[in-house]
């Protein structure tokens, strides 16, 4: 009878182990002690501990900005969301600080590009409901749809519709940098 010899299972990149901070402290102990104390140590090697977070989330937002927009900005959003995310944080409430942080990060980057858009945004909400609708006008009658046409969908009268139109021409801006 052949002896069956137990071959150690490869470690799946997906399992983890317990994260242990710079000082020693597990992640859930080093939690605990800064809710404790406040230590500005703990608080800043916890941030250290998550930005890859801040990566991530940075990078996700980016995939759906033009190109002129510089990814280390949104990062630097992304860190003053994270700072406040670890700050604010409630152990109590029994949720992951990932899923919690996340939308924190998120938040203050959108935010940093709502500041920095000189465009209002109704005038961007305008803009965008022409295209919608002369999307849907194209795709129902089979040709560009005329502007007496869109006001009519939108059901605006023209004066106004050519006011819309004038005012979102300064939202297709181009730089002059892009290739």
Not at 124 to 148: C, F, M, Q
Not at 154 to 175: F, Q, Y
Request: charged share 30%.
């Amino acid at each position: 009878m052949a002896t069956q010899v137990k071959v150690p299972r490869k470690r799946s990149s997906r399992t983890r182990t317990a994260a242990v901070m710079q000082n020693g402290l597990p992640i859930g102990e080093a939690w605990i002690e800064f809710k404790k104390t406040g230590s500005d140590t703990l608080r800043n090697e916890l941030a250290e501990h998550y930005l890859h977070l801040v990566r991530y989330n940075a990078e996700r937002v980016h995939a759906k900005l033009p190109a002129e927009v510089d990814v280390g900005d949104l990062m630097q959003a992304g860190y003053f969301g994270l700072k406040d995310a670890v700050e604010a944080f409630d152990l109590s409430r029994g949720i992951k600080f990932e899923t919690y942080c996340a939308n924190r990060i998120r938040g203050a980057i959108l935010d940093e590009l709502r500041s920095m858009d000189w465009v209002p945004r109704l005038v961007r909400s305008r803009t965008s409901k022409i295209e919608t609708a002369r999307k849907s006008l194209a795709s129902r009658i089979g040709h560009d749809p005329t502007e007496t046409e869109i006001a009519t969908e939108l059901n605006v009268d023209m004066d106004e519709l050519k006011k819309i139109i004038k005012d979102g021409r300064a939202v297709g801006v181009v730089s002059l940098n892009r290739k």
